[in-house]
């Protein structure tokens, strides 16, 4: 899964949205992509990070009436963007805003395949195993192309 361990070197850059924009989303905007950074805000200058949890099972899947986000082995979401309605249900599931809805209501979340970790200049991000608490049991972390 994507985890982000050292965002205490984070320069805000948008490096990783704009990577997983382009060439896992084919959108341009650093908003429609599966990891978002934004100011920590308050007296600090640091940067947060929001990404997907790998829930297993995902609320988000849970919460979507058509399979257009349905539950991935080992935790996470597959996303089958043709099904999707639009109803915006998935986003209101997760615990930790980690759907981004565009302006049309197009869903976007982090597909935990790690295409985004490269383009960091800082290496703040990582692609990590799955902890065995968030996994079903025999089932491994799968890396989507
Ligand atoms: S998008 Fe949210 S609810 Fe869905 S698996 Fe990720 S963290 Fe969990
Ligand atoms: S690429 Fe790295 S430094 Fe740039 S915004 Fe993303 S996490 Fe921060």
Redesign the pocket.
Known sequence: MLTAPRMERCIGCHSCSLACARQVHRRLSWDTAGIRVASSGGLTSGFEAKT????NP????RACPTDA?SQRAG???VVRKKLCIRCGR?AQ????D??YLDPAGEPF??LHCGRCVPFCPHDCLELAPIPERACLPGAGPEVLP
């Open positions: 997907c949890l790998a829930c995902a609320p988000c899947a986000f935790g996470g979401v998935c599931a997760c615990p930790v980690a759907v979340v982090c």
